[in-house]
């Protein structure tokens, strides 16, 4: 049982590059969310779904789009990348159940140039 | 939305209780409030959970007041391991509510 994985843990891109990162998870959660930590800011939320085929906005949606197409699989793409969403980016999931805890991966730290 | 707000930092010794204080007075009927802990270059994990009064687990305590406008974390004899961040969260679920404070960054020194 590996919990919530997260690809790639670092990745360096170019202003205007696209990318997509994976968030994997082993425990059948129903709920899934992305989050984005930069210093000083805390954990904000930018895009969860809350089953397969189904995404929802979150805090900080702009600049990022997400999908759900299998119930174990998160994506968030970055279709052209921005030195501002140079930040640490968690993904989690959740049981399904409100209230239930969330479950962090690892992280991804980012850097746009 | 339900905003909180912690003490940026605290300093402690080992074998110290520990009080966290989240102030979060927009709070809503259906929200709990949740606490998670932060290592650097690691994800959040949860700690303890709670509406109101009082919630025990193995590693914390979680006091609400009857008003729910603010919650306390005691850590009961923090050892250097629980040098960590601190977050509170107030929120009911899988909806774009859930807010997570600035955090507290917790140093405990020999």
């Known amino acids: 049982n590996a919990g919530v994985t997260q690809t790639p843990k670092f990745r360096v891109l170019k202003t205007g590059q696209s990318m997509t990162l994976l968030c994997a998870q082993d425990m059948n959660h129903e709920y899934m969310y992305w989050y984005r930590q930069d210093p000083g800011m805390g954990l904000r939320l930018i895009h969860y779904?809350?089953?397969?085929?189904?995404?929802a906005k979150g805090e900080v949606p702009d600049g990022y789009n997400v999908s759900r197409l299998k119930k174990q699989n998160f994506l968030l793409g970055l279709e052209s990348a921005a030195p501002s969403q140079t930040s640490v980016y968690f993904c989690?999931?959740?049981?399904?159940?409100?209230?239930?805890?969330?479950?962090f991966g690892p992280g991804t730290r980012l850097t746009v140039l | 939305l339900a905003k909180t707000t912690q003490p940026i930092s605290m300093d402690s010794y080992e074998g110290q209780e520990v009080n966290i204080t989240c102030s979060h007075n927009?709070?809503?009927?259906?929200?709990?409030i949740t606490w998670y802990q932060q290592f650097p270059s690691q994800g959040p994990r949860f700690i303890i959970q709670g509406y109101k009064t009082k919630v025990t687990n193995e590693v914390a305590s979680l006091f609400i007041p009857a008003d729910r406008k603010s919650s306390t974390l005691s850590l009961p004899r923090v050892s250097l391991s629980d040098t960590a961040v601190y977050y509170c969260l107030v929120g009911g679920g899988a909806t774009n509510k859930l807010i997570f404070g600035t955090g507290t960054l917790l140093a405990v020194q020999p």
């Open positions: 927009n709070i809503a009927t259906n929200d709990y």
């Open positions: 779904s809350v089953g397969e085929g189904t995404t």
């Open positions: 989690a999931s959740q049981p399904g159940l409100a209230l239930d805890t969330q479950y």
